[in-house]
């Protein structure tokens, strides 16, 4: 049973969902189409995370605040037709691949509907980048689906989510908007370009070299450039029932000392794909690349990244190992993974 003495949906397992109808139509509620809707998605996080002292930002526990909850407490909201829906509620560096098939079901679902008109899905920030990506490139949404996250608890003397909850809102319900973006800050970032760059501030993501797609200031958006657009949806069919069927796709770190070791432990445990964080501009230590090629020869893909916080490879002719170009190595790895289920052609 959930809280209130509600059933778990059929077939939730270790994930339930928990859809709460929060309407509100006062007459001061300006809206181009009053009939479409917002549906706020919770899976967990620092947003939804409770210290016992309202002055601990480090010793919270993240994912103690139903996404309701979290709604409810923003005034602004009030003016706003919205469905809060908990797809999960985890602290996002356990971050998994069953969650993010039901998280991309659910936004499919939901997308899907008529009278919605955009997604808010609130997430932990540590693996916020890598949901975004996943979920842009699956799904390609011709409506929005804004991310969004707190450096804060919920119960800081700062907590930063509320006004990232309200200002993602804003992004939803903006004019054109589609695809999928993040909302940190007061900035609007591209699914392929957010990134988190600080263990502990409060503006704590970037976009690296693209910069922000726009800024939220006083309820709204000032867009510095178009939406990003990012190819083809692979579609949600892609993404197999069986956590265990996913493609085992692991990072190695490119670093002075390094070994082929690693690449024939991998191998020896099946590993499919593998992402080198490589040193600068995509430079691999010489025993560490001879192994790789050796693991691509044999059928392993392999993808090329760079450690560095910024920029991308840039090769000056075709590489033996094939480059990520701009993606992070994190995202080089669902980018990778992503292939591998749904392979070109």
């Given at each position: 049973m959930?809280?209130?003495?509600?059933p778990?949906p059929?077939?939730a397992g270790g994930?339930?969902?928990f859809i709460?109808?929060l309407?509100?139509?006062?007459a001061?509620?300006?809206?181009?189409?009053?009939?479409?809707?917002?549906?706020?998605?919770?899976t967990?996080g620092?947003?939804?995370?409770?210290?016992?002292?309202?002055?601990?930002?480090?010793?919270?526990?993240?994912?103690?605040?139903g996404?309701?909850?979290?709604?409810?407490?923003?005034?602004?909201?009030?003016?706003?037709?919205?469905?809060?829906?908990?797809?999960?509620q985890l602290?996002?560096?356990?971050?998994?691949?069953t969650?993010?098939?039901?998280?991309?079901?659910?936004?499919?679902f939901?997308?899907?509907?008529?009278?919605v008109?955009?997604?808010?899905?609130?997430?932990?920030?540590?693996?916020?980048?890598?949901?975004a990506?996943?979920?842009?490139r699956?799904?390609a949404?011709?409506?929005?689906?804004?991310?969004?996250?707190?450096?804060?608890?919920?119960?800081?003397?700062?907590?930063?989510?509320?006004?990232?909850l309200?200002?993602?809102?804003?992004?939803?319900?903006?004019?054109?908007?589609?695809?999928?973006?993040?909302?940190?800050?007061?900035q609007?970032?591209?699914?392929?370009?957010?990134?988190?760059v600080h263990p502990?501030?409060?503006?704590?993501?970037s976009?690296g070299?693209?910069?922000?797609v726009?800024v939220?200031?006083?309820?709204?958006l000032?867009?510095?450039?178009?939406?990003?657009q990012?190819?083809?949806?692979?579609?949600?069919?892609?993404?197999?029932?069986?956590?265990?069927?996913?493609?085992?796709?692991?990072i190695?770190?490119?670093?002075a000392g390094?070994?082929?070791?690693?690449?024939?432990?991998?191998?020896a445990?099946?590993?499919?794909?593998?992402?080198?964080?490589?040193?600068?501009?995509?430079?691999?230590?010489?025993?560490?690349e001879?192994?790789?090629?050796?693991?691509q020869?044999d059928g392993?893909?392999?993808?090329?990244?760079?450690?560095?916080?910024?920029?991308?490879?840039?090769?000056?002719?075709?590489p033996?190992l094939?480059?990520?170009?701009?993606?992070?190595?994190?995202?080089?790895?669902?980018?990778l993974?992503?292939?591998?289920?749904?392979?070109?052609?």
């Amino acid at each position: 049973m959930m809280a209130g003495g509600s059933p778990r949906p059929p077939g939730a397992g270790g994930h339930w969902r928990f859809i709460q109808h929060l309407y509100f139509h006062p007459a001061s509620r300006k809206m181009q189409n009053p009939e479409l809707k917002f549906v706020v998605l919770g899976t967990g996080g620092t947003i939804a995370g409770a210290a016992t002292d309202a002055s601990d930002n480090i010793g919270y526990l993240a994912a103690q605040r139903g996404i309701a909850e979290l709604v409810r407490g923003v005034p602004a909201l009030a003016e706003v037709a919205l469905e809060a829906e908990q797809v999960a509620q985890l602290d996002s560096k356990d971050m998994d691949h069953t969650v993010w098939r039901t998280l991309a079901l659910r936004c499919a679902f939901h997308l899907a509907r008529p009278d919605v008109a955009g997604l808010v899905v609130t997430h932990g920030t540590d693996t916020l980048e890598e949901t975004a990506w996943f979920l842009q490139r699956v799904l390609a949404p011709a409506k929005p689906v804004v991310l969004t996250a707190a450096m804060r608890p919920a119960t800081a003397l700062q907590s930063d989510g509320p006004q990232n909850l309200l200002d993602a809102v804003v992004v939803a319900r903006a004019v054109g908007a589609h695809g999928v973006v993040a909302v940190l800050g007061g900035q609007m970032l591209g699914a392929r370009d957010v990134r988190k760059v600080h263990p502990y501030r409060i503006d704590a993501f970037s976009a690296g070299d693209a910069g922000p797609v726009g800024v939220i200031e006083e309820g709204r958006l000032r867009r510095f450039r178009a939406w990003p657009q990012h190819g083809a949806a692979l579609g949600v069919a892609v993404l197999p029932t069986d956590a265990t069927a996913w493609p085992f796709v692991a990072i190695v770190t490119s670093h002075a000392g390094a070994s082929g070791a690693v690449i024939s432990a991998l191998r020896a445990a099946g590993v499919r794909g593998l992402v080198v964080a490589a040193t600068g501009n995509g430079r691999v230590h010489r025993e560490l690349e001879h192994a790789l090629l050796e693991a691509q020869r044999d059928g392993v893909q392999v993808l090329r990244s760079t450690r560095c916080g910024n920029g991308r490879v840039l090769d000056a002719e075709t590489p033996a190992l094939p480059s990520a170009d701009d993606l992070t190595p994190a995202k080089a790895r669902v980018e990778l993974m992503l292939r591998l289920l749904a392979p070109a052609g």
